[in-house]
């Protein structure tokens, strides 16, 4: 498990850092990120209004970019979600 916060925390920065500060991801970076590195996972992947509309949902302090802490939420779904456990 540690291997996989790991990776997760790794992505999230080089994801981040594209644009600017490693801490947050701005809107064109958490579309690459869900669209290269799960596009299996996140329903409509590819469809940029969705893709709004999930980071919308995530941004709890409505600043138009996500911390690591809101981004996690979205992993605890998807892996939830794959793990077949209630909601």
Known sequence: M???VGVLVSQFK???G?????????????HRLV???LPNFVK???DPAAIDLLMSSLDKNNDGELNFLEFWQLIGQLASKHGGFSQ
């Not at 594209?18 to 958490?30: K, M, Q, V, W």
């Open 2 to 4: 540690e291997s996989a």
């Open 14 to 16: 080089v994801y981040a």
């Open 18 to 30: 594209s644009d600017g500060s490693s801490d947050t991801l701005s809107r064109d970076e958490f």
């Open 35 to 37: 669209t290269s590195e």
């Open 44 to 46: 409509n992947a590819g």
